[in-house]
């Protein structure tokens, strides 16, 4: 018989019994020897009777964990069983239950931590504990507001067949209740006691202490303790005041019927407990807006990077469609002779691709398509020593030489020519007409050896037989054999289905009938022809003409024969000027043509309009002064004649001279017009 | 306004406000986080 005051193993002073359970009784003692409180819980006979207790006594002495209280001893007395537990000072939850004390969600959550830090201890021993026992009365809050796991005596004695059985009625797994069986019936006039045969049929495990530690905590937190019959406790409402659907979920979980549906094991729910931040719907909301905003802006802004980097490359190609859309707009104005939209468009073009070289050749085209070989030349030249055209290919810079040497070459200045096809060849050494129009202007620059040696580089690369004809025809005029020359030329034209080449050797042909001073042939051979020409070669072919009737008005000693060549020349060359510009030199012409019908009045009228195109240039004053004397000279009467307007003409011309001479030189012009000023002086006829 | 322009301006001006927009939603974020941190202390303890 236990009381107060006795004395359990020399050591253990009962002061007083402060509990009775399922499991047994329980009392405060004193413990002798450490001079502090204990715990002494006598266990029921009927248990004792199946407890191992040399290797339970080990297993409960060896637990050391903050939230279990520590076993000092497993005594086994005649008396019964006792185990030493220290004495937890504080309530346990039930107690506060019974007040109807409602916890904080903190607290709570602080002691749910630290019973499944508890259960995670006491499941992780070998063989496992399983408490099976959890429920308020069992847990404890100390005095600094933790918790303590008491009573877990009863794990120990679960044998697959007992009649003992811990099984707390509402906060017992389902699991539990398997294992009860009804061993009486009630019967009339006994208060009935309900005994249970208990058996380990379904084996407990961790889900069997979540669930009742699940219950335990929905009991504190709806203050409704759960029902009990083993059935589903009710779902704790997410709308329960004062707590978080997420914690309201975790209980939830804990106490589903099935244990496959509850958390597996007492870590996976610290977790969910520890990340409970984490598990919230609000939690979860901002990390989700994070995330969306973290990918999908950066997505749109690496979208934004891609579309701006097609953009800027489909920039690039549009610049280039429409670049090549204005330059071939302009090739084909300049084809039509809509050359100031030409123009306009090359210059646009220029505006768009400044570096690019084919709006500049396009302007080249332009001047040479007009006749304009003064203009093409200077465009070209200024053209070069403003850019390098470094972007473009050989081939295209080479047919930027190459026109530029044809523009020289049309101006007659054959060196410069020589200089611009030389050019043009080192860039582009495929092209057999460039060495063929190398050639041609090798010889006319009197480089008979280096323009066969050209030639033969031409016939290498696979020149044509009427260009090699052209070529020799060139080489031979150059050697002064005319008539070879001529005879080449005349290969050349019928080898040839090449128009421009044909209109090139039919001029030539002219250009030697002109300095054989075979005019009948030269104005017999245009007017056949002269449906091949171009507008340009129509133009030159004319001009040509009316300078072989200008000769021939020349070699003319009789004066009817000599009006009638010139009045054909003044025509041609008046129709030329309705074609476009004409040179310095066809103006000259022109003047003397008109002084050969003694038209002075259209003579002067001609050369007075040249001095607004020169207006700086000596010979055109030169050429008044001399139009002039002459004038005065038809007057019979001496003593009528005035010179005033000569010599006005003459000072001028001198004054332009001193200026613009060349080399210290002065031009044919100015020596004739000085000669005429000597033979005036020297006769007195200059009034003073 | 060429095609180019348009995708290279417009890539431009997406870009400029998907940053914008990525730089406001992310101090709007870290307000609501703020508070939602203070709730949370309060709901969960610190």
């Not at chain 1, 007075?608 to 030169?622: F, I, L």
Request: some cysteine; overall charge negative.
């Amino acid at each position: 018989m236990i009381t107060q005051g006795t004395v359990l193993k020399n050591t253990y002073q009962i002061m007083e019994m402060i509990g009775a359970g399922g499991g047994g009784t329980i009392y405060k003692a004193y413990h002798l020897g450490l001079k502090k409180f204990v715990v002494v819980k006598r266990v029921k006979d009927n248990w004792a009777s199946i407890m191992d207790s040399e290797k339970e006594a080990a297993i409960i002495k060896n637990l050391k964990h903050q939230y279990l209280p520590q076993a000092y001893d497993f005594i086994r007395l005649p008396e019964g069983i006792f185990t030493v537990i220290d004495y937890i000072p504080g309530y346990s939850l039930d107690k506060y239950l019974f007040k109807q004390y409602r916890f904080t969600q903190q607290q709570i959550l602080h002691w749910l931590k630290q019973a499944a830090e508890a259960l995670i201890y006491l499941h992780s021993q070998q063989p496992p504990i399983i408490h099976s026992d959890i429920k308020p009365a069992n847990i404890m809050i100390t005095t600094q507001g933790n918790i303590c796991l008491i009573d877990f005596n009863v794990s120990l004695t679960s044998t697959p067949d007992s009649t003992i059985n811990a099984t707390s009625r509402g906060y017992a797994s389902p699991e539990q209740y398997l294992n009860l069986h009804p061993i009486n019936q009630p019967q009339p006039g006994i208060p009935f006691v309900p005994q249970y045969h208990f058996d380990m049929t379904t084996p407990l495990d961790a889900r069997s202490d979540i669930y009742s530690l699940g219950a335990t905590f929905y009991h504190l937190m709806t203050l409704q303790r759960p029902p009990r019959m083993p059935e589903h406790i009710p779902e704790i409402p997410d709308t329960l005041e004062g707590f978080d659907e997420t914690l309201i979920h975790i209980v939830n979980k804990m106490t589903r019927y099935d244990p496959r549906e509850r958390y597996q094991t007492a870590q996976e729910l610290l977790n969910d407990l520890q990340n409970i931040r984490k598990l919230d719907k609000r939690s979860i909301a901002q990390r989700r807006s994070r995330l969306i905003c973290n990918t999908v802006f950066p997505i749109i802004m690496a979208g934004a990077i891609v579309m701006s980097v097609a953009g800027y490359l489909t920039m690039g190609q549009e610049a280039e469609e429409a670049f090549q859309e204005k330059v071939t707009y302009a090739d084909n104005c300049t084809d039509n002779q809509e050359y100031e939209k030409a123009q306009q468009a090359y210059e646009e073009a220029m505006g768009m691709k400044p570096e690019d070289i084919s709006p500049y050749f396009g302007m080249m085209s332009l001047y040479t398509s007009q006749g304009d070989f003064e203009s093409a030349v200077r465009y070209g030249k200024d053209t070069l020593a403003e850019h390098s055209f470094k972007d473009n290919t050989d081939k295209e810079r080479a047919d930027f030489y190459y026109i530029l040497g044809n523009a020289y070459f049309e101006q007659e200045q054959y060196e410069e020519a020589v200089t611009q096809y030389t050019q043009t060849v080192s860039l582009n050494r495929k092209n057999p007409e460039y060495y063929r129009d190398y050639a041609i202007a090798l010889a006319r620059s009197a480089y008979v050896a280096k323009a066969k040696e050209i030639l033969e580089e031409a016939h290498d690369l696979g020149l044509e037989n009427d260009s090699v004809a052209l070529v020799n025809a060139e080489i031979a005029f150059a050697e002064n054999r005319t008539e070879d020359a001529i005879s080449y030329f005349r290969k050349a034209i019928d080898q040839s289905s090449n128009e421009n080449l044909i209109q090139r050797a039919y001029l030539y042909l002219c250009r030697t009938y002109q300095k054989t001073g075979k005019y009948d042939d030269l104005i017999d051979t245009i007017t056949t022809h002269e449906s091949l020409f171009n507008t340009y070669r129509k133009k030159v072919s004319k001009l040509m003409c009316a300078e072989a009737d200008l000769s021939k008005a020349e070699n003319t000693p009789e004066a009817n024969r000599q009006k009638l060549f010139a009045e054909k020349a003044i025509d041609l060359y008046n129709e030329v000027r309705q074609m476009g510009p004409v040179s310095k030199t066809s103006q000259f012409n022109l003047a003397t043509a008109y002084e050969y019908t003694n038209d002075f009045t259209h003579a002067e009228e001609v050369l007075t309009e040249m001095v607004k195109t020169y207006p700086n240039d000596p010979d055109v004053y030169a050429r008044l002064a001399i139009l002039e004397a002459d004038q005065q000279g038809q007057i019979k009467e001496v003593s009528s004649r005035d010179y005033t307007k000569f010599k006005e003409y003459y000072d001028k011309a001198e004054q332009l001279n001193q200026t613009n001479k060349v080399n210290g030189t002065s031009s044919a012009v100015i020596l004739q017009m000085e000669q005429l000023m000597q033979e005036i002086k020297d006769n007195n006829w200059l009034k003073e | 306004m060429t095609l180019g322009m348009i995708l290279f301006y417009g890539g431009i001006v997406l870009f400029a406000l998907a940053l914008i927009a990525l730089v406001v939603t992310n101090i709007i974020l870290s307000v609501i986080s703020t508070k939602l941190k203070a709730l949370m202390d309060t709901s969960y303890g610190k």
